[in-house]
Every structure is written in C-alpha cells, then in structure tokens.
C-alpha cells in the first residue's frame, strides 16, 4: 500500500500550532525553565548510551503535544510500519524502501512482493565478510601476488558519502589496510590519489548502483588505464585481481571488465543515500574488519527498533523531526546547523546534507500538487570548537534564528583527559551561551567593573547577546561502531518522518537529472 496522503497544514494540529506559535514566538526560555523545575528531565530522552537534551527549545508540554497530535493525525505510526514492511512507499519510482532490512536482526522475514528479501541479505553479508576477510588477512592478492595494501573507493553521492563518513568517523578502529575515496570528476583529483599508489598492491572498489553516474564510469575509466600503463605487467585479463565492484547493473559492470565473481549487488529497494549498510559499505568493512561493519549495523538495528516501538514522546527521531518542523514551518528557519564535537565526525555533515536535502529537497506533494508550505530544511556545520572560531559568530548575533544539533561524547578514545574535558566544557558552553545570551545590564556590569566606564555607551550594544537560541544535545559515551550505526539511523529515520509529515516522496531525487543532462550537452 503507498503512503497515505495528506496535507498536514489541514490537519487540526497544524491549526492548533499556528495559535501556539504566536503565543510562544518570543516566549523566553529562562522563563519555561524557572517555571517548571522538571523541565531538565522531562525533555530529556535515554537510548543506550544516548542522551538527548531538547530543553532548550521554544516548546512548552502543551506544544510538545501539539506536534505529537499532528504525527499522530497523520498516521505516522501507518508510515513507520508501511516502511518497514516493504510496501511500496518510493511510489514515483515504483520501490520499495528498505535500508532496515539491510541490518534487520531479528531473524524475522522482510517481503517484497512476496518474496523473502533476507536470504539475499545474509548471503551478501557472507560474501562480504569472507571477501575482507581474505584481503585484510592478506590471502588474496593482488595480479601480481602481492597482498594488498590499498584500498580506493571510486563513486559518489550515497555510494561514496555513507563509507567515507563512517571509515573516517571510525580510524580508531582501522587495520593496516590504507582506504582513499574519488569522488568528484576532477582529474587533478585522481591524479594526486594515484601518484600515492602502486597497482600490484591496489584494490580498486568501483561503487555504483546504477553503474551509469558520469563521474564513477569516467574515474573508473581513467583508473582502468593508469592500472593497464604503469609498466608493471599489468594485463586486461589481471582486472578480475584488483577491481570489484557493487552495483545493481550487472550487465554494465560486466562491460567493464570486472568478473562476475567479484560483484558485489545490491538492490533497487536501497536509496543511494541509505546504502552504506549494504555492499555500498565494502570499503567500511574493508577498512575496519567485518565484526565492526556488523556491529555498525547492530546499533542501527537496535534504533530501527526503538523507531519503531517507542511511543512518540519517547522517540528520538520523532522529537528530533518534530521540532525541526516547528522551527521550520513555524518560525520558517530555513536552514539547521550540525555541529558534532568530535574530530572524527567531520564527514559527518556532507552525509547528512545528502541523507536530508537530496530527500526532502521537493516541492510537489505526494498527490503531485505545488506545496505552498515549507519543506527540506538547509543543513550545514562543521566540527566544534573549530565553529566557534568561524561561523558561532553570525549564530549567535546575527538577524537569523538557527537551530542546532550538538552531539558530544562523554569519554575520548585515547583517554586524554584535559583535552577532552575542554572540549566538553566548549560542547556544554555553547550550548547553554545561545540559550542564556547576555542582557543589557549584565554587559553594563561586566564593562563597568572592567573600568570600563567612559566606553560603556559605545560598546554596550555590540556586546549584548540575545539568547533564546535553540539547540538540542545528544550526547553519546565514547564513539564505537555500534552506537555510530545508532546515531545515522536516528538522522536517516528523522529525515522520513519529516518526509512523511510534509507529505513529499523522501526517496527519488529527480531534481539531480536536469543538471546531469545538460552537463551532456555542454560536452557535444
Ligand atoms: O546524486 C544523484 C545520485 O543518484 C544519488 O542519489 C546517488 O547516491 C548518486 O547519484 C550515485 O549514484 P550511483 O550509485 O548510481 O552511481
């Protein structure tokens, strides 16, 4: 059954919403927090080792309930189960949708048309498991009977932004396997990548799932040549050692020259941008072994469960989604900032600017018709503290109201302990410098007993801080492969309940087409 479709500025929650917005619009949040000494607690939730402040919202209960009545008045809990049943939501592309069956370890069957899809995903978890297994092991060699040493990931969008986030995100827990990413068409690119690279000691990973994307076929291309003339004694026959590939377009990757045994598929019901934990990830498993790629699919398995079971007032990327839709259609913020204090989640953001904006970027409802609200919100950051010294400025006294997701870990992975409780001190001050701001009177003070008397006047305004900013904060213990397939399931299941609320298709991404199209004829 496809989704049902609704207009969810009809619905009586909406309606509700709008009166509550010009009441709370300026509403100050000290306020919320000084009546209401439960607050704290109240708007926090626990998952795991999650913890997940939204205190410092423009909400109060009666709000909160208000969002929850609009999910409710749209049957979200319908959408959640059609989703995970592999009905076939992704209607304009006739697909089911099912990324969760990718991790589903529940042992129980997932149906599309009928057919038991899990047979399939076990036997390409096997085969991927056996395959990196024998590279990281050293068994398999490359053509000229050397183990390999390299690996590169040659695809882009959601073939290439899920592995390099996660492969980045979790070095700490990286073998001696060296893993690159091409990407982007440019040549200057792929020639800084392979001067670095010897191709007896190279696995080429080549990641399409249409194996059709310009940028993948001409990088594959290129590579295909430099492997074939460095003067090595590399023949067309030696392809089958050192290229694989994943795609769902067999006959293409067949073309290519790459032997059947080492294509690795995957299936049309996998959106790109949902796909690392399918063969998309080859490169993850790769990199940090095969028991680490399946406890990144663990910890996603278990926020799939807790999506799916947790009443909505208790479930993070229904909150989570729920509030960047009041913020968004309410207080028509137009964009979110992310801004995760850790290194290691730099690649981070790129991930979710595809995972949200390539899904929710429409403008047609599920009925066809133009929208006349808003939907997909801009997302951006960076990594703190290196914000706070580059764009904090203009979030915390500039003319735009920008709700932000901050996400921190309790512990670090190597233990230093005063780099980390400064890091989190940043996290924490952050944080809690857009919710307070700093009044008129208090910069009075501050300059005063600065002695600072003859430039109070001048300066006064400038050094004001409105505050009333808000921001959520999830923090995590200490990052693993687990609780990293945790925290992309909460923002991968956040992107279709807004979706889903908005009344969009989540999963094609038509707007990409006419670009690539005209990029053709530029080149006739
Ligand atoms: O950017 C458009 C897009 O189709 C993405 O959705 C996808 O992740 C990317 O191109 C790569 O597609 P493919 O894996 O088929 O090469």
């Known amino acids: 059954m496809p989704l049902k479709n609704q207009n969810p500025t009809k619905t009586k929650a909406w309606e509700k919403l709008q009166e509550s917005y010009q009441e709370l619009k300026n509403i100050d949040m000290k306020t919320l927090f000084l009546?209401?000494?439960?607050?704290?607690?109240?708007?926090?939730?626990?998952?795991?080792?999650?913890?997940?402040?939204?205190?410092?919202?423009?909400?109060?209960?009666?709000?909160?309930?208000?969002?929850?009545?609009?999910?409710?008045?749209?049957?979200?809990?319908?959408?959640?189960?059609?989703?995970?049943?592999?009905?076939?939501?992704?209607?304009?592309?006739?697909?089911?949708?099912?990324?969760?069956?990718?991790?589903?370890?529940?042992?129980?069957?997932?149906?599309?048309?009928?057919?038991?899809?899990?047979?399939?995903?076990?036997?390409?978890?096997?085969?991927?498991?056996?395959?990196?297994?024998?590279?990281?092991?050293?068994?398999?060699?490359?053509?000229?009977?050397?183990?390999?040493?390299?690996?590169?990931?040659?695809?882009?969008?959601?073939?290439?932004?899920?592995?390099?986030?996660?492969?980045?995100?979790?070095?700490?827990?990286?073998?001696?396997?060296?893993?690159?990413?091409?990407?982007?068409?440019?040549?200057?690119?792929?020639?800084?990548?392979?001067?670095?690279?010897?191709?007896?000691?190279?696995?080429?990973?080549?990641?399409?799932?249409?194996?059709?994307?310009?940028?993948?076929?001409?990088?594959?291309?290129?590579?295909?040549?430099?492997?074939?003339?460095?003067?090595?004694?590399?023949?067309?026959?030696?392809?089958?050692?050192?290229?694989?590939?994943?795609?769902?377009?067999?006959?293409?990757?067949?073309?290519?020259?790459?032997?059947?045994?080492?294509?690795?598929?995957?299936?049309?019901?996998?959106?790109?941008?949902?796909?690392?934990?399918?063969?998309?990830?080859?490169?993850?498993?790769?990199?940090?072994?095969?028991?680490?790629?399946?406890?990144?699919?663990?910890?996603?398995?278990?926020?799939?469960?807790?999506?799916?079971?947790?009443?909505?007032?208790?479930?993070?990327?229904?909150?989570?989604?729920?509030?960047?839709?009041?913020?968004?259609?309410?207080?028509?913020t137009e964009s979110e900032v992310v801004i995760p204090f850790s290194q290691y989640l730099t690649q981070l953001v790129p991930f979710l600017q595809q995972l949200s904006m390539e899904s929710n970027g429409k403008s047609v409802d599920r009925n066809g018709n133009t929208i006349d609200y808003q939907t997909g919100n801009i997302i951006w950051g960076n990594t703190g503290t290196n914000v706070q010294h580059a764009f904090m400025q203009l979030v915390h006294q500039g003319t735009k109201l920008i709700p932000v997701d901050f996400i921190g870990f309790s512990n670090s992975l190597y233990g230093n302990k005063e780099h980390h409780e400064k890091l989190m001190a940043n996290f924490y001050a952050q944080a809690e410098a857009l919710y307070l701001g700093k009044t008129k009177e208090e910069v009075h003070l501050e300059l005063k007993v600065a002695n600072n008397q003859d430039k109070i006047e001048q300066l006064l305004p400038f050094k004001v801080f409105q505050g009333n900013k808000p921001s959520n904060t999830l923090v995590i213990d200490k990052l693993s492969p687990k609780n990293l397939g945790s925290l992309i399931a909460i923002y991968e299941h956040k992107t279709f309940v807004q979706g889903y609320i908005w009344n969009i298709f989540s999963f094609d991404q038509f707007g990409v087409e006419l670009g690539k199209e005209l990029a053709k004829t530029h080149l006739q």
């Open 35 to 332: 009546n209401d000494v439960h607050r704290k607690e109240k708007y926090t939730l626990t998952f795991n080792d999650f913890n997940l402040n939204f205190s410092k919202n423009r909400i109060n209960d009666a709000v909160l309930q208000q969002l929850l009545e609009l999910a409710n008045e749209v049957d979200l809990k319908d959408g959640i189960k059609k989703m995970f049943s592999g009905d076939i939501i992704n209607a304009t592309e006739n697909r089911a949708v099912l990324h969760t069956a990718l991790r589903n370890k529940s042992g129980n069957a997932v149906l599309v048309n009928g057919k038991n899809i899990m047979p399939e995903v076990e036997a390409s978890l096997k085969k991927m498991n056996s395959f990196s297994g024998s590279v990281i092991s050293g068994k398999l060699k490359g053509y000229s009977g050397k183990a390999f040493t390299d690996v590169v990931n040659v695809g882009i969008g959601g073939s290439d932004l899920g592995p390099r986030m996660v492969v980045d995100a979790l070095q700490y827990y990286k073998n001696h396997l060296k893993t690159h990413f091409i990407s982007n068409i440019d040549g200057d690119h792929i020639s800084e990548t392979l001067k670095e690279l010897n191709p007896e000691t190279t696995l080429f990973v080549i990641v399409s799932k249409t194996f059709t994307t310009q940028e993948t076929l001409t990088n594959a291309e290129t590579i295909k040549k430099w492997f074939l003339s460095r003067g090595l004694g590399s023949k067309e026959t030696d392809i089958k050692h050192n290229f694989v590939a994943v795609s769902t377009n067999l006959e293409k990757v067949a073309d290519f020259g790459i032997a059947q045994e080492n294509i690795f598929t995957m299936w049309d019901w996998v959106g790109g941008r949902y796909s690392l934990w399918s063969a998309v990830g080859l490169s993850i498993s790769l990199a940090l072994g095969f028991d680490n790629f399946n406890k990144l699919l663990t910890g996603a398995y278990e926020m799939d469960e807790h999506f799916k079971t947790a009443p909505f007032q208790k479930n993070m990327p229904v909150i989570l989604a729920l509030i960047s839709i009041w913020y968004n259609n309410f207080f028509n």
